[in-house]
């Protein structure tokens, strides 16, 4: 079985420019989440989608990110335009049933924004 | 309030010692879920384990075991015989209410 798939890996950028994060949860996943790891923070979570609709989007943490879900086996996370203090690593994560059920994530995207 | 304390902000040993990582939460709910999860140097978060409230047996799975007490809100960790493989930040975490509530990690340093 494919785990969470997110691309790219690594993204360096400049500040100004518009950065697109993708991931592919694991098929029949129902729930789905973007998180964000720094070592300052710690991991936070960005938002949190159930049956491809936002359900806490708390956690975004200002206009210049948005997120979207237009299918079950897809989701994308921007910012425009991004900010050094956008640089993290960046990990999707899909879950069977939430809560009761683990959360199983991506490898990560780590982003550098210069 | 819900909330997950990993006291142990760092720890270190010798290879072959046993570990035992603390985890202790916080929550009115009767109905919840506790997890742990590693995360190597290498970066990707790995689930290890999930345990509902209503089961409070331990669990063991080879090196690793588990020991969950509801009566001091504790879902301990320990590597028994541990490896230079075991090092890693190792995360606990608290299922509530369509929330996951994540405490701050200990880093688990295995020296050869």
């Known amino acids: 079985d494919a785990g969470v798939i997110q691309s790219p890996r690594h993204e360096v950028t400049e500040m100004g420019q518009e950065v697109t994060l993708r991931c592919k949860p694991i098929s029949g996943h129902n729930s789905l989440f973007w998180y964000r790891q720094t070592m300052m923070r710690g991991l936070e979570l960005l938002i949190y989608f159930n049956n491809n609709v936002p359900i806490d989007d708390s956690g975004m943490p200002e206009d210049r990110f948005s997120a979207k879900m237009p299918n079950a086996s897809f989701s994308t996370l921007k910012i425009q335009p991004s900010e050094p203090r956008d640089s993290a690593v960046y990990f999707c994560a899909s879950s069977l049933i939430f809560p009761q059920g683990a959360l199983h994530f991506g490898n990560g995207t780590r982003l550098t924004v210069t | 309030a819900q909330k997950v304390t990993q006291a142990q902000t760092e720890i270190s040993v010798v290879e072959k010692e046993d570990v035992t990582l603390d985890c202790v939460y916080e929550?009115?709910?009767?109905?919840?879920?506790l997890f742990w999860y590693k995360q190597p140097p290498s970066g990707e978060l790995v689930f290890l384990i999930r345990r509902n409230s209503f089961d409070e047996q331990n669990e063991i799975s080879g090196r690793y075991s588990w020991n969950f007490q509801k009566s001091t809100s504790s879902f301990n960790f320990t590597i028994t015989a541990s490896q230079v493989v075991d090092s890693a930040v190792y995360f606990c975490?608290?299922?509530?209410?369509?929330?996951?509530?994540w405490g701050a990690g200990t880093k688990l340093i295995i020296k050869p």
């Open positions: 975490a608290l299922s509530i209410n369509y929330q996951l509530i």
């Open positions: 929550t009115r709910d009767t109905t919840y879920y």
